[in-house]
């Protein structure tokens, strides 16, 4: 037992051993690597399909609608088949075809209306996506889903059948709308019902209860004298990928494709068939030659979609940027903006005219505010008082005790009939301005009137001054 335990733990010394191991690791090796690759690659697929919207025209997945791609490129030819993410309106011409599926962006109603009237086809196939405003248009509502469906997929109220409705024919008879001749039943995944008295019907769920048939597809014609023709299909799943394994939904997504670019009798009609689902941008106008009252009512029609489902997605990145650049702009020049220091009011000087004393006194009467009688009247009391002082008499000496008493003091006649004059003068102001009657003085007269009172000062001074001489 030792010894076959000791041998077991002996390294190998056969080289085919050796190398069966060396390549047992290397396997083992590349199986590892395998496996993580496998890992990576489930992974990236998940995501992607994670990622692709339903009824995308380009998804392979269950819930896309690649397969409506197929069948159209199949029975109309590729070259006349366009899926596209922009509806350009400048390029369509009446004979193409338009098919969208589930929009989630609003179908431009000015148009589309303008499209189909000068002869275009558009088929719309939508259950709770965003073609309100244009079902609208054309008195179309969308209802709950059919109550109490007669046929049902398992069972499923919400997986109703929907049958051909009867049609008038133009021999009379009844028949069924071109899209389902072919179609026995149509199998729907939650969808809703319409509500239309102008249109044909086409599409119904019978219900279990009389009188509670729902309608489904409706059809009629736009303009009148080269109509075009309107679809609506209440159920967008009826054409994705899963649901085409059906017949009926195959039959219909068939005539559905020739209906929207088929000749119309003996006109060879010849257009394109565009295809749009999910989310889409729209651009330009249709029909160059229009006149103007169509233009206006196609943008009214616009501006009222924008305004019921909000703005397209080009023109508020535009707004974003405009008012991103304008916030930039407004923080850059606040940003750089130098302030003055703010003194605080308690350290400001007081202003002159609101200070007391001969230096607020004088500010009053310098501001240009001033009416030059203030100044007058200071200037006879500056000289009443003046005089009074000079000549020693009391406190408001009367004008003829002031004459006399200036008359005593040698004053020359003609100062003192300019001492007259001057305060004859002054007195005849004072007067005016007590009895509210305000003269018209000119700057020029208190110029003049200040330099007599100088020099009446002056040469009393000059006789005080020969006095103390002799």
């Not at 998940?46 to 397969?67: I, R, T």
């Not at 098919?99 to 989630?104: C, R, S, V």
């Not at 967008?236 to 997504?253: C, E, K, Q």
Request: glycine share 10%.
């Amino acid at each position: 037992m030792n010894g076959a335990t000791n041998d077991s733990l002996k390294p190998s010394t056969d080289p085919s051993t050796d190398a069966r191991a060396r390549h047992g690791g290397r396997l083992d090796g590349f199986r590892s690597r395998l496996h993580k690759s496998l890992g990576v690659t489930c992974l990236v697929l998940l995501a992607a399909s994670a990622a692709a919207a339903d009824f995308d025209l380009a998804d392979g997945s269950w819930s896309g609608a690649s397969e409506l791609l197929g069948i159209a490129r199949a029975r109309i030819g590729p070259e006349r088949v366009a899926l596209v993410a922009e509806l350009d309106f400048d390029k369509l011409r009446p004979a193409d075809g338009v098919l969208i599926l589930h929009p989630e962006t609003a179908p431009d109603i000015g148009a589309l209306s303008e499209f189909m009237q000068a002869g275009g086809r558009v088929a719309l196939l939508d259950d709770f996506g965003s073609s309100d405003l244009f079902l609208e248009r054309f008195g179309i509502q969308r209802l709950g889903r059919p109550l109490e469906p007669a046929q049902r997929l398992r069972g499923d109220d919400d997986l109703p059948i929907a049958v051909p409705a009867p049609a008038p024919t133009p021999n009379g008879t009844t028949g069924s709308h071109p899209v389902v001749q072919a179609v026995d039943q149509l199998m729907l995944n939650h969808a809703t019902s319409l509500s239309n008295p102008g249109l044909t019907p086409f599409l119904v769920v019978p219900s279990r209860v009389a009188g509670r048939d729902a309608l489904v597809g409706v059809t009629g014609l736009v303009g009148r004298e080269h109509p075009g023709r309107l679809l609506v299909v209440s159920d967008g799943s009826v054409v994705i990928n899963t649901m085409l394994r059906y017949p009926g939904n195959r039959h219909f997504a068939e005539a559905l494709s020739s209906y929207l670019v088929e000749d119309e009798g003996t006109t060879k009609r010849s257009g394109k068939l565009y295809l749009l689902s999910n989310r889409f941008s729209q651009r330009g106008t249709f029909g160059a030659g229009l006149d103007v009252g169509t233009r206006l009512r196609q943008r009214g029609e616009r501006l009222f979609s924008m305004l019921h489902e909000g703005l397209p997605d080009a023109l508020i990145l535009a707004l974003a940027a405009v008012a991103g650049l304008v916030v930039f702009g407004w923080a850059r020049r606040n940003a750089w903006l130098h302030y003055a220091r703010v003194r605080p009011h308690y350290l400001a000087p007081t202003p002159t005219l609101a200070q007391g004393g001969l230096a607020g006194r004088a500010a009053v009467l310098a501001a240009p505010s001033t009416h030059p009688t203030l100044a007058l009247l200071e200037l006879r009391a500056s000289l009443l008082e003046g005089l009074s002082e000079h000549l020693r008499l009391h406190s408001g000496p009367s004008r003829e005790a002031l004459l006399h008493a200036l008359q005593t003091r040698a004053l020359s006649p003609d100062s003192l009939a300019r001492v007259r004059s001057l305060l004859t003068e002054l007195d005849a102001i004072e007067s005016s301005f007590a009895a509210g009657q305000v003269a018209n003085i000119s700057n020029a007269t208190v110029t003049r009137l200040h330099r007599y009172a100088l020099d009446i000062f002056a040469e009393l001074g000059d006789v005080s001054h020969r006095e103390a001489s002799s």
